[in-house]
């Protein structure tokens, strides 16, 4: 099908590789929050965080608009998977069997490590309808088809 016939790069294959290992880490955010009330959007990080990120990006002639595109959709993404999980949890659902990890000392360092990756990788990624469409199958194929088209949006 369509989705075999496209052959990434390496740097595609990470930054693919890269989405979804941050989506991983969404179930962790989750689970500390949901463990502490805390609420799911947090804008005074997505702002520190993004703000960081554009100036790496520009240092490295990423423009902003690209990188703050790309990054929040990431963000979005996130939130949206930590929402669900949270909602069930509420709801009864089975809570994870490890104890929540601390979010700033252990979480947050592993999403800015991906994300920095991101942004050096942004370049070379390039944008177009055949990558967003694999990275979208990828992401499904991982467990995150319902948020796969909303991630991987500003690749096309
Ligand atoms: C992942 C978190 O949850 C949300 C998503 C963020 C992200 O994807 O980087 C940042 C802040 C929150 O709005 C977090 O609080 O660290």
Not at 37 to 63: I, M, N, Q
Not at 70 to 78: D, I, L, R
Not at 91 to 108: E, N, S, V
Request: glycine fraction near 6%.
């Amino acid at each position: 099908a369509s989705q075999s016939s496209f052959h990434p790069t390496l740097p595609q294959k990470r930054m693919v590789e890269l989405m979804g290992n941050r989506l991983d880490l969404a179930s962790q955010v989750a689970w500390v929050k949901f463990r502490d009330t805390l609420p799911v959007y947090d804008p005074k990080r997505e702002a520190e965080l993004l703000a960081g990120l554009v100036s790496k990006g520009e240092a490295r002639g990423v423009p902003p608009l690209q990188v703050e595109a790309f990054m929040k959709a990431q963000m979005a993404a996130s939130r949206a998977i930590q929402k669900t999980l949270i909602r069930s949890w509420s709801r009864g659902g089975t809570l994870p069997a490890y104890p929540p990890f601390d979010l700033k000392r252990d979480i947050r360092p592993k999403l800015d490590a991906i994300s920095d990756e991101m942004i050096v990788l942004l370049p070379a990624v390039g944008q177009s309808p055949a990558f967003a469409s694999y990275a979208a199958a990828e992401l499904s194929h991982r467990g995150y088809r319902r948020v796969a088209t909303l991630a991987t949006a500003p690749l096309r």
